[in-house]
């Protein structure tokens, strides 16, 4: 059996739930924050068999969607009289970063 735990954006969570739902898997939704942006996304952990890993990494890929995002760079530490003009950077972030991991027990009490 494997956990695959997956990282999205918010908008795409719930689609990709209801399609995992449909499919017949049991997910398993948190609120979680990325450590660049500081902004909300969605780590969904979806407990299933082997076999079955593809298909949910392929219903993953298929409902999120990459984005372009700019945002301001934290700014860098000053000297007195020195001044800084943030520039808003271009990040590209991913569909969904997915790790899949073995379980070593699943119990349903
Ligand atoms: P349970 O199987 O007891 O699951 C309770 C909660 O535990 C689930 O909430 C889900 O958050 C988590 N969970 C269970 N198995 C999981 C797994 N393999 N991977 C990740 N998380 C897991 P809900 O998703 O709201 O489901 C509530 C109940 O609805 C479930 O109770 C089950 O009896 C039924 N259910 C869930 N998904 C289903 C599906 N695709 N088809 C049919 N029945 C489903
Ligand atoms: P964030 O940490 O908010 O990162 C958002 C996007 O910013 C990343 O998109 C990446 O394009 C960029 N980025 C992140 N850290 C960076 C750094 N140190 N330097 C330059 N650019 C950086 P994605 O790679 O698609 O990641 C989306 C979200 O997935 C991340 O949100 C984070 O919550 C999670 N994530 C990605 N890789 C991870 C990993 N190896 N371990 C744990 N979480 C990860």
């Not at 972030?93 to 073995?102: E, I, K, N, Q, R």
């Given at each position: 059996?494997?956990?695959?735990?997956?990282i999205?954006q918010?908008?795409?969570?719930?689609?990709?739930?209801?399609?995992?739902?449909?499919?017949?898997?049991?997910?398993?939704?948190?609120?979680?924050t990325g450590g660049f942006l500081r902004q909300g996304n969605?780590?969904?952990?979806?407990?299933?068999?082997?076999?079955?890993?593809?298909?949910?990494?392929?219903?993953?890929?298929?409902?999120?969607q990459t984005r372009r995002q700019y945002v301001n760079p934290l700014?860098?530490?000053?000297?007195?009289?020195?001044?800084?003009?943030p520039t808003p950077v271009d990040v590209q972030v991913g569909g969904?970063t997915?790790?899949?991991?073995?379980?070593?027990?699943?119990?349903?009490?």
């Amino acid at each position: 059996m494997k956990l695959v735990m997956g990282i999205v954006q918010s908008d795409d969570a719930g689609r990709l739930v209801d399609a995992l739902t449909h499919a017949g898997y049991r997910a398993t939704t948190i609120s979680t924050t990325g450590g660049f942006l500081r902004q909300g996304n969605a780590t969904i952990f979806v407990g299933t068999e082997d076999e079955n890993v593809p298909h949910v990494l392929e219903l993953i890929q298929e409902n999120c969607q990459t984005r372009r995002q700019y945002v301001n760079p934290l700014p860098p530490v000053m000297e007195p009289g020195e001044m800084y003009l943030p520039t808003p950077v271009d990040v590209q972030v991913g569909g969904a970063t997915v790790f899949v991991l073995d379980v070593s027990q699943f119990e349903q009490f």
